[in-house]
């Protein structure tokens, strides 16, 4: 009989293209990955991988065989999935990610919760970037990835995953307390044709939508510096070095020196979870949910700033 986690490690090689890849996906080492998909060939008596420049690659029978190990593993999730639902326990094992505010801003609030809450559950959580958080929840790697997309650029999803809305978080302009418009109500992004933008890396979701957005309003922007974490990016505006859009969540606490003034057009970003629909009845997938979702009421109500309400789906 055809082990179930030397086919797991298979469909995850299949799936990342490299025995590094798998590893990283299934939280092993490269040895373990190499050991079992050596067992797995002496179970079935026919070689599954053959070498391909410094890494593999599947031979013909090696990827015939992931396929099956493919729907044989989203059938036993299926199984999992009905049975966990029967029984309405929330209990066993749940992965998580976020992108990194919000890791700071919901997890210790919402993971806390669900310990007390579900002690039977485990829950393990990792910080990642929206893209890359989707392709987990769609691989399996993943069961629940809280991911973000801004008011005018959504960001796709693909076919076979549900989301739930956590919060829309509001975004200011951070900069120096001495700016000349530090003293503002408001202020339109278009006013800082000739300031020093900070923003996030190249080619990051965050980083494509502030260009696409200050492009669209005539503004060719000017940037200075990168930083994926918002804490980096407010310190270099301490500094005197720039401003930078700067999202509610997960900011706190400002540093001394910076001043987030709101925009006039109501700049805010969509915050939300995603997870397989094959996965929609796991009680500990509502559960988690559920947290999430209080997590993000608390962010509004700590701060003085409510996130505008949003529905369930």
Known sequence: MLNLERLRTLDALSRHGSVSGAAEGLHVTTSAVSQQLAKLE???????????????????????LAEHAGRILSQVELAQSDLEAQRGRVAGELR???FPTAARGLFPTALAALRAAHPALR?????????????????GDLDLAVVLDWYNKPMPLPEGLVKAAILDDPADVAMPAGHR?????????????EDEWITWGEGEFCHEWLMFTLRSQGVEPRIGHRAGETHTQLGLVAAGLGVC????????PVPAGVVTVPVRQRVRRHVFV???????????IRAAVAALRAAGRAVGQSSGRDPEAVPAR
Do not use: H, Y
Not at 123 to 139: D, I, Q, T
Not at 245 to 252: F, K, M, W
């Open 245 to 252: 859009v700067a999202p509610l969540l997960g900011r706190s």
């Open 274 to 284: 995603v997870w397989r629909a094959d996965a929609d009845r796991r009680p500990s």
């Open 181 to 193: 418009f530090a003293g503002r109500a408001e202020v339109d992004l278009a006013e800082f044709a």
């Open 96 to 98: 998580i990610t976020a």
């Open 123 to 139: 829950v393990g959580s990792r910080e990642m970037e929206p893209e890359a958080g989707v392709a987990g929840v769609v691989r």
């Open 42 to 64: 002496r179970e079935v008596g026919q070689q599954l991988l053959a070498k391909n420049g410094r890494g593999v690659r599947l031979t013909d029978a090696g990827r015939l």
